[in-house]
């Protein structure tokens, strides 16, 4: 089946049951490339912007990013996107997996799904070819089941699933979308907007080949990030060895794990939940994504009393702080199973970990009790309850039907003073990672337009000597800044790093890659055969977080919901940087700057029309303001 | 003599008669390159915006660009700067042949000449051995006899040799800064400040070879360039056969032939001035500046009553639209006599020819008469009149010494309304381009820091094509506009390509080379070995754009003294385009526009303090405003 690189658009309208392409040309690629740039545009041109998250105006974007499919690692990934049920807002997740790659196999760039259907469905695309078909047999079940039924029933083991769990289907505001079970596109609460839609998969089977302009460059970066991890570049290293959880004992060292909702930053059970106790204990066996050599996805199994299956992989680290230190559990096992939950039935482990940790505070100050919680104790360090409210969650019952609609709304239904304790931005939970040992990460929590999210935004610890910022001097940045540097210099970082972390995001691109900023570069023309430059990268990453500005503030979000957590203004509890917190005058300082660097307007927070006319995006109609 | 590619800057105080070396790191290096780099550095860290140009207190600096010197064709550039006595601001001039690259090859990056010499100096470089010597005996002398003179007393006839003629030591404010006799630095009157100092010229002579990273890669774009002139290329073909004298015929099929002081655009005498017509009559020969195979440099020679000798070289483009169209002669022989006086006195060929045909106009409205003009009948069309009043203006005598001090104050000192039939900004002279054939131009004469300049401006009538707009797209600019667009989406075009431009005055790249925007930035990674990005690059452009209009307000001048010339609101007289008039209102939405874009205040027309931090410059003292 022969098409182009730069390819069609599929668009599902479930209230009609119709199909049809839409095309987009070279130029429309250039400026906005994908993933992230797909969702703004169709948020843009298509939503109305007070339409109900969970009803038929709403798109759900499936978007491939513009490496997704290629022949090299980090290229697995996809952007699932719409008006977020969450946040009432710009909402997108990057997820990585198989299911983006065959997708494009497919000869499609991305499936928008508009409408509700009036019965469970599930579309089938294989290549051409695309059917709506019943689902009603597949509503209900975890997600495993639901993708083994697929593979037989269109009678094609190579099927990739992309589908949402029973989390979803009840609309849950913290559901996920989930590819081949175990990769979730975690934030947002997209899982309920795909089961408002009563949308409950979709199988793809592509046989195409996603044509390169340059496929010996695409090669040679491919075998250049399997060289680095033959090699034994520790970093690759310990992401094969020990994937995202290895990562924790740094976290840990450095006073940065979050522990019992953020009120620390070293937990004592770390060394019972990391990643190299995982490797002794309860791993089976490594994971990946599409092309990828490096490995750094989990499968563990548990025949104790959790009984995790190896079908729903295993933790990744975000969970297993969110399940663990944030919960102030140490039980592995128990932290896999509160996983292993949340991927059979489609919710974010994020957002559900750090809601349930949210809620052992109030527990622990007294503000809940177990007449609230139906009878489970919710201390922290409890992993069982950890596991019992979690499948209150999935089931929406009692106080699971509270806690099902994020901790911000829970602690807005409950009142009593519990909502100070919500480690929130727009409405959306923080993820683990604390800005009390990396100060600009607040600034990113603040502004993202997808609320509080740890992908597109600068983690600056990282960048404190002159080696690790070497990397960053094709964005202009050549001197390293302290962590708890918010001058305007830190801020200059932040957005440059932020903008090109967007640009990552409409690549498609996943962040744990090596790939250096002309690496992309390069991979870009390969891909294109286009003379695309780091100016261009970093512009249309500026553009695409444009735009989902512009769609926020069409939403009503203003400048005031960037409003980085109380939490952190507070000193944190424990550890090396006890004591550490974000000093507000600072960080009021710092979002000001923010704000005028990246040409946003201080009261509505959108990007300014000069900006926005600087940015090529003087047709929308916020450019005439 | 062994020295690193990161080199030194010579100091010389002609108060004190004291030289050092002022080193310079590659970080600096990094974030200014050199060339407009270097002149903005020390202007904005040395010089007291408060100071009398042509006093002790300003600087001359002569700057070598980044690539200056280098063996490949259009890097035999340099440049000159200082507060300008002719606009009271920024003064930079770009100029071409061989003493930059003899600078760098002795080892030098650039000389910062301050105080004032009691006595005519000169400045004589060999390597490392720096001298202050008598200039008395050169004082008042040509400079091909000064040039001469030097070579002989040296006793090396490969000294290359950067003067003034005597305009610049009768502090004519239109007097150059000349390299190798006929390459000027004609703009902003440069040459005035050397005079003031009383320095006469600089000889230098280098024996060490600048050492490059990567000479592969910059031996492949000389060949390259070298190929393509080879190869017939048309537009370098052009230049090699006629220079830039060649373009005159396409400028005047365009409508955009600068005629009787801008008043109309075609000249009925274009075809008896332009470079066909010198290749055909008077020119004995190309010339050519370091390194370059285009060799675009004319040599002329007359016998007849001009007697025009060779040492002066020929006029090029801009002087023969100085003194032919816009002055309505065309008699060849006398525009490269005044050519000659121009290269042999020191006078920048643009603003000497531009203030005649000022007074010409006045002279034909009845506002002057041949009583102020010393009884010279300056109708337009009278060549004898023209050199006659050069020749005045050079021995600053009667009408010629009042001319002498530029247009602008020319006509403050007459008054009776031949103020508006000035074309300045800044009291600089517009140069031979008509913005009425290309409305974006007429927004870069305004906002130069050097007031009006065709250099680092916008031509955009070069860019109506989907194919000549393709060099852009590492730029993001990937739509042509039509030549009377003033729209945010020209405003940006406009932002982008005179920040470039603005790179390559640091870069010190000739802009008649044909290395697309991708080369350039691997020319300058193999010069350096660093890992420069096109967005550095861009930004470097800002940044250095930026100082420059930091100085500027602290010279006082404000965003109002940002005013497109008022002729260009008037109907262009004839041709093509008559009637095509900048529209005020459409230029003056587009200011708004290009002062929103480029982050600079609407009152002091300086860089907001923000965006004095996002280019990485919060050490100025602005930057905490």
Redesign the interface.
Known sequence: MPYGFFGRVLRVNLSAGTTEVLPLDE?WF??YLGGWGLVAYVLLTEVPADCDPLGPENRLIIAAGLMTGAPLGGAGRNIVGAKSPLTGGFGASEVGGFFGAELRRAGWDGIIVEGQAERPVYLWIRDDQVELRDAAHLWGRPTAEVEEALKAELGDERVRVCQIGPAGERLCLNACVLNDVHHAAGRCGLGAVMGAKKLRAVAVRGTGTLPLANPDVIRKWARWQADLLAAGDPVIKLRYDYGTPGFLPILQASGGLPTRNFREGVFEGAERIDGQHMAATILKGGGTCFACPVRCKRIVETHDEWQVQPAYGGPEYETIAAFGSLCGVDDLPAIAKANELCNAYGLDTISAGATIAWAMECFERGLLTTADTDGIPLNFGNARAVVQMLEKIIQREGFGDILAQGAYRAAQIIGRGTEQYVLQVKKQEVPMHDPRIKFALDLGYATSPTGADHVHNLHDNAFQTPENIAGL????I?RPLRFDDL???K??MA?RWITYRTFQNCLGMCIFMSYS??AQQEIVCALTG??????????VGERVLAMARVFNARCGLRAADDAPPARFFEPLGNGPLAGSFIPPDAMRTALQ?YY??MGWDPYTGAP?P??L??L?L?WLPE?DA
Chains 1, 2 share one sequence.
């Open positions: 130029a250039r400026a001097r094709p964005l202009g050549h001058s305007p210099a801020v200059r957005r900023i002309e286009w003379d695309f430059s780091i100016f261009e990268m970093l512009e700057t005028q660097m300014l000069w900006k006319h600087e090529d003087g450019a």
